[in-house]
């Protein structure tokens, strides 16, 4: 059974810093690429940045670009999402996927919430 529980979610003042984590089960976490997503209210869920399964590769949205670092832990079947520099912007409920350009339906979790604001 997959399961993906995402943490680390929080409410932060703009310019603070959050790191996110996926833990992941119930597949080879090590063959797999991931993603993390998010989807603020009113908004559809949108791509956020992506890792390919040996962590040469990254790729992410242009409106986090130099803010945000996808990492992963293949020993951990754990994928992080570092965020600094928040912006209000950046507020939305954030999810981790399997796959690089597109998730894998039935594999979202809970998702951990982000908000910034002063």
């Known amino acids: 059974q997959v399961q993906l529980v995402e943490s680390g979610g929080g409410w932060v003042q703009p310019g603070g810093s959050l790191r996110l984590s996926c833990a992941a089960s119930?597949?080879?976490?090590?063959?797999?690429?991931m993603s993390w997503y998010r989807q603020a209210p009113g908004k559809e869920r949108e791509l956020v940045a992506s890792?390919?399964?040996?962590?040469?590769?990254?790729k992410y949205t242009d409106s986090v670009k130099g803010r945000f670092t996808i990492s992963r832990d293949n020993a951990k079947k754990t994928v992080y999402l570092q965020m600094n520099s928040l912006k209000p912007e950046d507020t939305a409920v954030y999810y981790c996927?399997?796959?690089?350009?597109?998730?894998?339906?039935?594999?979202w979790g809970q998702g951990t919430q982000v908000t910034v604001s002063s």
């Open positions: 890792i390919t399964n040996g962590s040469r590769s990254t």
């Open positions: 119930g597949f080879t976490f090590s063959g797999a690429a």
């Open positions: 996927n399997r796959g690089w350009d597109n998730p894998y339906y039935g594999y």
